[in-house]
């Protein structure tokens, strides 16, 4: 069955500090590989994907994540957190259709 | 700006009422939408591709005649949801894929109805 893990429901990062937010799949195939983010009582913004190509990808809000095909992962980073930064973080992979992973909720503190 | 729109944002209705959301494509004609579920601290749950001039497409486990879709015209599509329970209390995000484009790229997603049945 394919499914995507997201191990951590919550990470809590100083303003300043380096994020990582984890994310490993199991689908069969090459797919593809994206990350959102959700406010509350919001729909879902696109962050960045990863088609193919070089293996560290950036997008949105100095947002990166590195695929590591290997491990089958696709761990969500940023080098220097803003509080602004909090919010539910979604990784989702596949075709045509998405398999969402469980979110993990990243707490910037001041 | 946003591309998606859903309507109404939140929804709060006695037991045994149905329920009608709408998705609209505002600067696009989208032939397919996807229609998602969303429970407190949990993922998204794709429940069916809803798709212009034909029946949606169901998720496995997603009743059908529970949660009607119409997709009627290119840029609306709607998610009725019939004789509402408690248990169908939810958040409800649809999304669209802007035509033409391959399917690698991102889905724009509405901003979700919260239904609560009493």
Known sequence: ?110 | GAVVSQHPSWVICKSGTSVKIECRSLDFQATTMFWYRQFPKQSLMLMATSNEGSKATYEQGVEKDKFLINHASLTLSTLTVTSAHPEDSSFYICSARRPGLPINQPQHFGDGTRLSIL
């Open chain 1, 1 to 110: 069955a394919q499914s995507v893990a997201q191990p951590e429901d919550q990470v809590n990062v100083a303003e300043g500090n380096p994020l990582t937010v984890k994310c490993t799949y199991s689908v069969s195939g090459n797919p593809y590989l994206f990350w959102y983010v959700q406010y509350p009582n919001r729909g879902l913004q696109f962050l960045l994907k990863y088609i193919t190509g070089d293996n560290l990808v950036k997008g949105s809000y100095g947002f990166e994540a590195e695929f590591n095909k290997s491990q089958t992962s696709f761990h969500l980073k940023k080098p220097s957190a803003l509080v602004s930064d909090s919010a539910l973080y979604f990784c989702a992979v596949g075709f045509q259709k998405l398999v969402f992973g469980t979110g993990t909720r990243l707490l910037v503190s001041p």
